[in-house]
């Protein structure tokens, strides 16, 4: 999907940022706080995108087969792009042929494609709220809320932006105004700190685990083999899940280290990681780690704060 | 300087591409996820966060043992203790990698399902400001400001003290039930199996803590509730920080008094940290 380009917001968007009364999405003490540091609400701006989804890559016809076989992994699967660097790890079953049904192989792999739409999504609304603060002249977009949610059908999903545009008077002109999901006293409190807004940042990683033999085992509660030891391929009940314990670390230092690409030498401040499973098959998982928060950039050295003194408060 | 020329001076930086100054002088971002207050609070105790770290550990539980024990289910005790110590111990490694002493705030998810237990912990991993060498000394479920008044008042955190117990209730005989009905009257089957269950969950936390050396656990936070998808399976999961003094004594903090006048509601002008108004 081309993102949509600056003239293209919708016509009503138009008539109302350049008319009627401007809007802000505060609350009152934060725009109080907001007039106080010299930011002025201009707007209540937002952004969406109605993307077509799926989690599983089942709707586009091709499906993820286990037919081809893993050893041509790199040769690559219907609906799995490849990108350098793209979390790949392959498990193979220690028994031998067992029968027809048995999970010979196991991998786990970065669902590159579900990441790509994910920060299309994302990207598509956050770019749109921006546009529409840039027709603002706004200097910044405060309080932004970001949210995911499906549409009708079932299979659409719409991403939601909003936040309320600030001109900040006597300011540098910014070619991109810059974000942040903090507003009021506590966007104050992180510019005292010596911390400067530059933008919202957030993404999605998902990694998906097909079990092999051992690891399906596991998830079943099954025990096999114990006389031959698990180093022969025994299961023998409690021990630790090794093959969704790598997946579930990929997804998280995946998500960490995407997010580290968009901050520069910058700081992701308050950060916050949410995490989904879905359960595909019988030993068959896809894991998704969403990381958001602010990237901020010191712009002054913290001064040194004195000892906070402890208090009792006397209601 | 006024917080409005700050905010100026702000967006000047943002308009610059130019990089960080202080204290982020690595050629790795900082991430976080400590608020500003908190930040903050640190700052002043002499701490900064260096990177988001997490642990994660899923450990499997064998088919059978919630059908047909009676009383405590060993291997999901032993599976969550597997998990919580392989977790804590990548939170650690995450730790050190990142060239952290401590992990705060750590955020701690338990599951549990019929043939697995995950545990999952996700904290900010903290150092001191302009220390030479960062050596691990703690992993805590405390939050900043827990951690600035424990180290103030002499007290050191460990590490996560972790201990669980499930238990299947067991069921009354025929004879039993059929002699105890209409009657209202305690059943002592269910009440020795849930408190010791109980105890043992405890016990096992004030183990875990013994383990680390610790002096005592703090914060200790008590779940019980179902576990699996039977109502006769209960669990009970105790968490909390190990803690040790550092100092000869424990250091009296001697809170001051105040009286706040403010009403919260009207409080709508923001408040500099250095002076009134910041006018």
Known sequence: MQPTPEDELPEAATRRLTGGAWSSGLSVADFASCLDMGMQPVGYVQGYAVM??????ATGGFGMGMGRGFGTMGGGWAGTPQRRGQYVEQWQCPHGFVSAEHRMYGANYELTWLEESWATGWGLAIERMI???????????????DTMRPLVGGSTEEFRASGTAVVVPDAPHLATPFSTYLSGQRLAKLIEAGFAPVSVVATMSAVRMLGYCITHYQLAGSTVGTWYGSGAGGVSGVGPVDQVNRAEAAARSLAREHVRAQLGSDILHGATLQRAEREIGEGDLSIQCTLK????????DFDPLPDAAPVVRLT | MTLRDQVRQAVTAVASPTTAKGHTGSARGTTSDLTIDETLLL??????PVDLVYGISWWSIPWGVWQWATGEVQEASAAFTGAAEHAAKQLRQACEQAGGSGVLGVEVGVRVSSHHVSIELTGTAVRRIDAESHRFEFVSDLSARDFVLLTRAGWWPLGLATGASFVVAPRRTAREWASQQGQNIELPNLTQALYLARERAMERMQRSGATMKADGIVAVKLREGRASSSVRVIQFVAIGTGVHLRTAAHRPIAPEMVVPLDEVVRAFDVKSLRSAGGE
Do not use: I, N, P
């Not at chain 1, 928060?293 to 002054?300: A, D, H, L």
């Open chain 1, 52 to 57: 077509q989804w799926s989690w599983y890559m």
């Open chain 1, 293 to 300: 928060g602010t990237r901020v950039r010191r712009f002054k």
């Open chain 2, 43 to 48: 700052h002043s105790a002499g701490w900064e």
């Open chain 1, 131 to 145: 546009d529409e603060a840039k027709e603002l002249g706004a200097t910044g977009v405060v309080g932004v809320v």
